[in-house]
T-cell receptor, first 112, second 112 residues
């Protein structure tokens, strides 16, 4: 079975640009969450979607948005990129509330 | 006070020894607790989950939870060099969403 897949794996953007990151959950998983991990820190929660509805939002500015599609895949959008947005963006999927997540390999975003 | 705290390490143990990793959390209402292992440059990998007070064993790993003390730990018996990684403690704050709060991680180094 395929795990959580994320694309692209690496991305370089210029300040002020917009970026879209994509995630496909494990087959059968209806929950997708997005995390940002800056080097040397633990992942920070950005969004959670379950059955295409937003179930949670972390402490991130409105420049960050996400959505989940009928096939449970998800996109994370970040507008007006700042240097501080440079990080590893992790997508995780799960089958039930309160169970541990499986993470994808991440998208490393570099903003220059 | 940070929501989830861990010693950043590095924690160095000789091969074959027991590695003890500790985590404290601030939200007394937290319901479930997870340990993730993250190798350098890779995404976090779920290794243990624990939901009730006491010990939970899985192979060489034992998770311990004490909700009264708001403390969760991970013991790794017969440590191997391949266990060298950063260990992330994650706490789920509610039963509805999956708002996982991660600690900063403890870097473990197992010396051959």
């Amino acid at each position: 079975d395929a795990g959580v897949t994320q694309s692209p794996t690496h991305l370089i953007k210029t300040r002020g640009q917009q970026v879209t990151l994509r995630c496909s959950p494990i087959s059968g998983h209806k929950s997708v969450s997005w995390y940002q991990q800056v080097l040397g820190q633990g992942p920070q929660f950005i969004f959670q979607y379950y059955e295409k509805e937003e179930r949670g939002r972390g402490n991130f500015p409105d420049r960050f948005s996400a959505r989940q599609f009928p096939n449970y895949s998800s996109e994370l959008n970040v507008n007006a990129l700042l240097l501080g947005d440079s990080a590893l963006y992790l997508c995780a999927s799960g089958s039930r509330v309160n169970y541990g997540y499986t993470f994808g390999s991440g998208t490393r975003l570099t903003v220059v | 006070q940070k929501e989830v705290e861990q010693n950043s390490g590095p924690l160095s143990v000789p091969e074959g020894a027991i590695a003890s990793l500790n985590c404290t959390y601030s939200d007394r209402g937290s319901q479930s607790f997870f340990w993730y292992r993250q190798y350098s440059g890779k995404s976090p990998e779920l290794i243990m989950s624990i939901y009730s007070n006491g010990d939970k064993e899985d192979g060489r790993f034992t998770a311990q939870l004490n909700k009264a003390s708001q403390y969760v730990s991970l013991l790794i018996r017969d440590s191997q060099p391949s266990d060298s990684a950063t260990y992330l403690c994650a706490v789920n704050k509610d039963n509805y969403g999956q708002n996982f709060v991660f600690g900063p991680g403890t870097r473990l180094s197992v010396l051959p």
